[in-house]
């Protein structure tokens, strides 16, 4: 058995340690907000926050995230960054398809959270993850919006 923090409530779950914690995520607890993109950690669909740090879930061993605090898109607004990022994706209509959008969110409140003001190097740097849409204009607007958020 092991103990996880999700979302701030802790979970017991019944699965082998070197399960990813994607799978963890979305087919043991039914969270589907955490995208499956490419499972070589490349894309960023999956992104969760792991004590603050954007973490690619596809390739993250579930004991490895033991004792952590994990957030996930599901619960990303309980942040003030990440409400703020919300509020910055919907007035900028940033998603076209959507797909990515999750870990895109996810990806720009752990670099709020620890620049509040960017540079845009800084946006380019911490915003890896894919945009099969190529939204990263808007995205980039966005994550600029919202470090300028009151």
């Known amino acids: 058995m092991i103990e996880l923090t999700i979302n701030g409530t802790t979970r ?7 399960t990813p914690l994607l799978w963890v995520l979305r087919d043991t607890l039914g969270m589907t907000g955490t995208k499956y993109g490419c499972g070589i950690a490349q894309c960023g669909a ?11 879930s596809c ?4 004991e490895s995230a033991v004792g ?3 957030t996930t898109i599901e619960a ?3 942040l003030p960054v ?4 919300v509020a910055a994706w919907v007035g900028g209509e940033v998603p076209q398809c959507g797909y990515c959008q999750s870990g895109q969110v996810i990806a720009a409140t752990a670099l709020l959270q620890q620049t509040p003001k960017p540079t845009d190097e800084d ?7 894919l945009c099969r ?10 994550v600029r919006h919202a470090a300028s958020a009151a």
């Open 12 to 18: 017991q779950i019944d699965v082998e340690g070197d």
């Open 46 to 56: 999956c992104s969760v926050l792991l004590d603050g740090q954007a973490t690619r």
């Open 59 to 62: 390739v993250t061993p579930v």
């Open 68 to 70: 952590a605090q994990i």
């Open 76 to 78: 990303i607004e309980t």
């Open 82 to 85: 990440g409400k703020k990022v």
């Open 123 to 129: 946006i380019a740097a911490a915003m890896t993850n």
């Open 133 to 142: 849409c190529g939204t990263y204009n808007n995205i980039a607007d966005a």
